[in-house]
């Protein structure tokens, strides 16, 4: 049991508003998660600004910027808990690949233009206070809260997975077949952080976006994939995705609303979105997938 929170603005006045937003939707999927929790927020020039990229690592060292500095321009790093935020002005991967010279030991959690990612495990109420949720501003968030169970409690175990430029992927439920899909990734050369059985989600789901695939087409591949029982929450610099498997014994909630779309673990944590008794609320139907264009 995991919780799966996610937020998609349509309207630019509420952008202010993200991070309130996604810390209220939080709340409501604490107890579905106790071990861990991780946010992603995607378009807040606080936290990346223009003309930047922003790169997450766990176990960073104490000054990263100073030499990432001799290497790139306009370098920053902030630490929130377990994880450290470093922006440049530099393309995603220059900066990515900067990140591994100087630390080799640190490992990248998420890569972006767009994308700010915080991973840690613990409470997720005062996670997310960690990383200053409520203040966060932009188009489009997510977050989860972790119980584990495929792998140990760790801030590199704990969700989203960001695997490719301003990709995400949040999970409630597991993969039975994710040692033999990592294998055949493996021998592809596709490298691993971690034993997470989402993380080879996450891989799979990078790698078909690689090849050209939309998220829509690369989410309908996962599905003739992998078998388990999942529900999956899949954003990117313009997407955002909800899937379900064949049997779909695992929770998920979508409001569609002209302002906004969300889909949550429990509806709980949709109640107190704006208009809420106004939009379309569904549970997604089995093996279907669910996409939205920015």
Not at 132 to 152: K, P, V, Y
Request: proline share 6%; glycine share 8%.
């Amino acid at each position: 049991m995991c919780g799966i929170i996610g937020l998609h603005l349509r309207d630019p006045d509420l952008y202010p508003r993200l991070g309130q937003l996604l810390d209220t939707m939080l709340a409501g999927a604490v107890e579905r998660g106790p071990d861990a929790a991780g946010i992603a927020v995607y378009g807040d020039r606080e936290r990346v600004p223009e003309g930047h990229s922003a790169v997450s690592v766990l176990g960073a060292p104490d000054d990263p910027a100073a030499a990432l500095g001799q290497l790139l321009p306009a370098v920053t790093a902030s630490r929130a808990g377990a994880t450290t935020v470093i922006t440049a002005a530099v393309d995603p991967e220059a900066l990515a690949a900067a990140v591994r010279s100087v630390a080799p030991e640190a490992k990248v959690v998420g890569i972006g233009s767009e994308l700010v990612v915080y991973k840690d495990i613990g409470n997720p109420r005062e996670l997310a206070e960690t990383y200053d949720l409520a203040s966060a501003h932009g188009w489009q968030g997510l977050a989860h809260t972790r119980m584990a169970t495929e792998s140990a409690i760790t801030p590199e175990g704990s969700h989203p997975f960001s695997v490719g430029r301003d990709l995400c992927l949040v999970h409630n439920g597991s993969f039975s077949n994710h040692a033999t899909i990592r294998r055949a990734l493996r021998h592809e050369g596709i490298e691993f952080d971690s034993e997470n059985d989402t993380e080879v989600a996450a891989r799979f789901v990078a790698a078909c976006l690689a090849d050209g695939d939309d998220l829509e087409k690369a989410l309908h591949r996962l599905g003739q994939e992998f078998d388990g029982f999942y529900t999956l929450l899949v954003t990117t610099a313009d997407g955002f995705a909800v899937v379900r498997d064949e049997i779909a014994c695992k929770p998920a909630i979508v409001a569609e609303h002209p302002r906004w779309v969300a889909m949550a673990s429990e509806f709980r944590s949709l109640a107190e979105l704006p208009g809420i008794s106004q939009a379309r609320v569904f549970e997604p139907d089995p093996g279907k997938v669910y996409a939205w264009q920015r």
